[in-house]
């Protein structure tokens, strides 16, 4: 069986300029992934329970569309668990 995995603009355009995507341990969190540019840090999440880690990089994706189209920024690390995303 195989899946398509749907593209991911903003972490594509972020990692192919100057900026990056961060996955793995952050403090407590055993999981957690991040998203900065040159200037600032866009997204910060933190893996949900039993959440896979295709779709942590779908919401990391949609955080960082909020970030660049909204200048909403998300952070779970250091406020918790966030639903607008």
Not at 75 to 84: A, F, H, T, V
């Amino acid at each position: 069986m195989s899946k398509h995995f749907p593209s991911l603009p903003n972490i594509e355009f972020l990692i192919n300029g100057d900026g990056d995507i961060t996955i793995g341990r952050v403090g407590p969190f055993s999981c957690a992934a991040t998203a900065c540019n040159e200037h600032q840090t866009l997204a910060m999440l933190v893996r949900r329970d039993d959440e896979t880690l295709p779709q942590l990089l779908m919401r990391l994706e949609t955080a960082i569309n909020k970030a660049i189209e909204e200048e909403i920024f998300i952070d779970e690390i250091n406020n918790g668990p966030d639903n607008r995303i």
